[in-house]
Structure formats: structure tokens, C-alpha cells
């Protein structure tokens, strides 16, 4: 059912240790099966020097979560943003179909990770809404 990068992934996770001394972190669960992860992540002139997370969940959960770190860290908080779940589906090899949705909890911590770095970055404001549909005056 999984292949060897999956299980490797998943029996020796990388990065899996709560991060006292975040910058910011972020927590997403999948409503339908109670799982969830929470990133955090260490920023230093905009490049993601060190990222980790805690995981309640599957095997796949696991190992998702463990390929994110990877494929985060050291990227900038741009390029972080980019990665997607079909990217890390595609770096551990293929999901199994039925078990596709657990690469959304790593990615998504990922997101409200950089999400609450951004808001605390910006003095705990939330960026101004702009209206693009607005015409200029
Ligand atoms: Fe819940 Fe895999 S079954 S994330």
C-alpha cells in the first residue's frame, strides 16, 4: 500500500519536535477524521531557517508532515507559501487514492504558519482589505 519513501517518512519522521522558540505557528485539522497538525517555524531574513511540527494522525499524516519540513525549510516565506499538497504528494512517490486528503494537514499547518508570521510581522494588524474591483479615483 505504501511505497519505501512514504515509510521511510513515516518511520523516521524529519523534524518532528514542538519548537519552543517559534516565530509562528499554525494548526489545521481534518474535520472528517479528527486528525491534525501544528507547524512552527523559525524565520530569519525571510527564509524559513527552521521548521517543525507535532502530528496527531495517520501514517500518511505522518509522513506528509515530515516531507513539508523538508521541502520548507530553508525556502523563503514566498516560496514556502507555493508549496501545494499534490507537491508533496509528489515527492513521497504517489499517495495511495484513499489516503490523498491526509497531504492537506502539513501544507495547511504550513499556511496559517506563515499566515500568523505575517500577522505578527505586520504589528498584529490584519492587512488592509483592497477591493480590486474598486476603480481607482
Ligand atoms: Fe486523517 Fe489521514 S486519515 S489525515
Given at each position: 500500500?505504501?511505497?519505501?519513501?512514504?515509510?521511510?517518512?513515516?518511520?523516521?519522521?524529519?523534524?518532528?519536535?514542538?519548537?519552543?522558540?517559534?516565530?509562528?505557528?499554525?494548526?489545521?485539522?481534518d474535520?472528517?477524521?479528527?486528525?491534525?497538525?501544528?507547524c512552527y517555524?523559525?524565520?530569519?531574513?525571510?527564509?524559513?531557517?527552521?521548521?517543525?511540527?507535532?502530528?496527531y494522525g495517520?501514517?500518511?499524516?505522518i509522513?506528509?508532515?515530515?516531507?513539508?519540513?523538508?521541502m520548507?525549510?530553508?525556502?523563503t516565506i514566498?516560496?514556502a507559501?507555493?508549496i501545494?499538497e499534490?507537491m508533496?504528494?509528489?515527492?513521497?512517490?504517489g499517495?495511495?487514492?484513499?489516503k490523498?486528503?491526509?497531504?492537506?494537514?502539513?501544507?495547511?499547518?504550513?499556511?496559517y504558519?506563515?499566515?500568523?508570521?505575517?500577522?505578527?510581522?505586520?504589528?498584529y494588524k490584519?492587512?488592509?482589505?483592497?477591493?480590486t474591483?474598486k476603480?481607482?479615483?
Amino acid at each position: 500500500m505504501y511505497n519505501d519513501k512514504i515509510m521511510e517518512h513515516f518511520m523516521c519522521p524529519q523534524n518532528a519536535y514542538y519548537m519552543q522558540d517559534s516565530d509562528a505557528e499554525g494548526e489545521y485539522g481534518d474535520e472528517g477524521c479528527g486528525d491534525k497538525v501544528i507547524c512552527y517555524i523559525k524565520v530569519r531574513d525571510n527564509v524559513l531557517v527552521e521548521v517543525s511540527y507535532l502530528v496527531y494522525g495517520c501514517a500518511t499524516s505522518i509522513a506528509c508532515a515530515s516531507m513539508m519540513s523538508v521541502m520548507a525549510k530553508g525556502k523563503t516565506i514566498e516560496e514556502a507559501s507555493k508549496i501545494t499538497e499534490q507537491m508533496v504528494d509528489d515527492a513521497l512517490g504517489g499517495l495511495p487514492p484513499l489516503k490523498k486528503h491526509c497531504s492537506n494537514l502539513g501544507v495547511g499547518a504550513l499556511k496559517y504558519a506563515i499566515a500568523d508570521y505575517n500577522y505578527r510581522t505586520n504589528n498584529y494588524k490584519p492587512k488592509p482589505y483592497i477591493d480590486t474591483n474598486k476603480k481607482q479615483l
